[in-house]
């Protein structure tokens, strides 16, 4: 079974750009969650989408925004690019059936390195 | 403020000990406590726990939650230098809405 994936790799940017991060869950995962991990630090919850909607959001500004397709694939936006945004960006899949309360873990993709130069 | 604490930062340990790792927390609306294991990039899951007192195992490692103390610990004996990664621990909110990480144990192992 194939993992969470995620694209690009790497992405390197200027400050002011824009950039679009994307991810696919496991197959059959209905949410998917975001994550910032800039160096030194732990991960920082940034975005939850389940069913198309979003769900939660971190403490982040604005400019960080995304998206959930009909597929369950989402994007990451992050608009205005600042030096600080370099990171590790996370995506996690987890399959969520509220009904039976069960299933709540999280599987990680592999991230993209965004660097803001 | 919510918050989840873990300790040590780091540790050095030589193959074949056994170490604990230790997570607190102070959330509200607690739904699960969750242990990753981040070698590279992307964390690996170990284990979810949500009941107090029960103990989750997998092989050499095991975990159990204290939901009165608001700590869970992360056992694993006879250590491997294949051990070696950074150890995470996350508080999962009820209704799955959010999740707040550790930021993590550095566990090397010595050959």
């Known amino acids: 079974e194939a993992g969470v994936t995620q694209s690009p790799t790497h992405l390197i940017k200027t400050r002011g750009q824009q950039a679009t991060l994307r991810c696919s869950p496991i197959?059959?995962?209905?949410?998917v969650y975001w994550y910032q991990q800039a160096l030194g630090l732990g991960l920082q919850f940034l975005l939850w989408y389940d069913e198309g909607e979003e769900r939660n959001r971190g403490n982040f500004p604005p400019r960080f925004s995304g998206r959930q397709f009909p597929n369950y694939s989402s994007e990451l936006n992050v608009n205005a690019l600042e030096l600080e945004d370099s990171a590790l960006y996370l995506c996690?899949?987890?399959?969520?059936?509220?009904?039976?309360?069960?299933?709540?873990?999280?599987?990680f993709g592999p991230g993209t390195r965004l660097t803001v130069t | 403020e919510d918050k989840v604490v873990q300790s040590p930062l780091s540790l050095v340990v030589h193959e074949g000990d056994t170490v604990t790792l230790n997570c607190s927390y102070e959330?509200?609306?607690?739904?699960?406590l969750l242990w990753y294991k981040q070698e590279k990039k992307a964390p690996t899951f170990l284990f979810m726990l949500?009941?107090?007192?029960i103990e989750k195992k997998s092989g050499r490692l095991s975990s159990i939650l204290d939901k009165k103390e608001l700590f869970s610990i992360l056992n694993i004996t006879a250590t491997q230098t294949g051990d070696s990664a950074v150890y995470l621990c996350?508080?999962?909110?009820?209704?799955?809405?959010?999740?707040?990480f550790g930021s993590g144990t550095r566990l090397s192992i010595r050959p």
């Open positions: 996350a508080v999962l909110y009820s209704s799955a809405s959010k999740i707040i």
């Open positions: 959330v509200t609306n607690f739904r699960s």
């Open positions: 197959s059959g995962h209905t949410s």
């Open positions: 996690a899949s987890s399959l969520i059936r509220v009904a039976s309360g069960s299933s709540y873990e999280q599987y």
């Open positions: 949500t009941s107090s007192g």
